[in-house]
């Protein structure tokens, strides 16, 4: 059980994945939660009564987090990335690892190993797929979709948002495709399917519309 002032891991994944879906822009409704943590329609009305009650969320007008929602999903948030920062730069595992792990960590952390972490790793202002940390000096920088650059235009990816994390497999694919956050890349030809083919690092990728209507680059 939680102890005093803290929450059950339920209550910090359902805030977290609100947070997330209103970062990337995505229409917060139940369908969309299911669809993200993986559980069904029921047991997501039942979770979002219980989250209303705690006064994590209202309802009145569409799914939001109230205050004491906002800080519950930033400060889980912030852990996940600082993990993950963690696990990939420190204990160098996988893209997909550190994900999967830091999902674990998330809801064990303490506010010392917290701070601790982030002293260590230099106070990071972004996870390592470019999302920023909760509470750090980021600053929001000017990007806009991967499928948006015209054939021949160059770009830096800047951004992986958390909607492709999700996608089974994407994350091995962009990180061995290399497409990561300070990564260039140039736009060699595009098809009316939506897929775009891109030079990075030496050598051609396809990247299809899904991945490339989310991908945020800088030009």
Not at 8 to 22: D, G
Not at 59 to 81: D, M, P, S
Not at 104 to 130: F, I, K, Q, Y
Not at 146 to 166: A, D, K, M, N
Request: glycine letters at 8%.
């Amino acid at each position: 059980m939680p102890a005093a002032g803290e929450h059950h891991p339920a209550f910090e994944e359902y805030c977290e994945c609100i947070f997330e879906l209103q970062e990337d822009d995505v229409d917060v409704i139940q369908a969309r939660i299911a669809e993200r943590l993986q559980v069904s329609r029921p047991a997501v009305s039942e979770m979002i009564r219980r989250l209303e009650t705690e006064g994590l969320i209202t309802t009145a007008g569409g799914i939001e987090l109230t205050v004491k929602g906002e800080a519950l999903a930033q400060q889980v948030v912030r852990r996940h990335r600082l993990a993950e920062r963690f696990l990939t730069d420190v204990l160098q595992l996988s893209w997909a690892e550190a994900h999967h792990e830091a999902g674990r960590w998330e809801h064990v952390m303490s506010d010392s190993v917290e701070a601790a972490m982030n002293r260590l790793l230099g106070e990071p202002t972004t996870c390592p797929h470019g999302n920023p940390i909760p509470g750090s000096d980021y600053i929001e920088q000017d990007v806009s979709p991967l499928s948006s650059h015209p054939v021949g235009q160059r770009f830096t990816v800047r951004r992986i948002p958390e909607e492709l994390e999700f996608a089974p497999g994407l994350l091995e694919f962009l990180e061995q495709s290399s497409l990561r956050p300070g990564c260039t890349g140039v736009v060699t030809a595009a098809s009316p399917d939506g897929t775009l083919t891109i030079e990075i690092d030496g050598r051609h990728v396809g990247v299809g519309a899904f991945a490339s209507e989310r991908i945020l680059v800088a030009s």
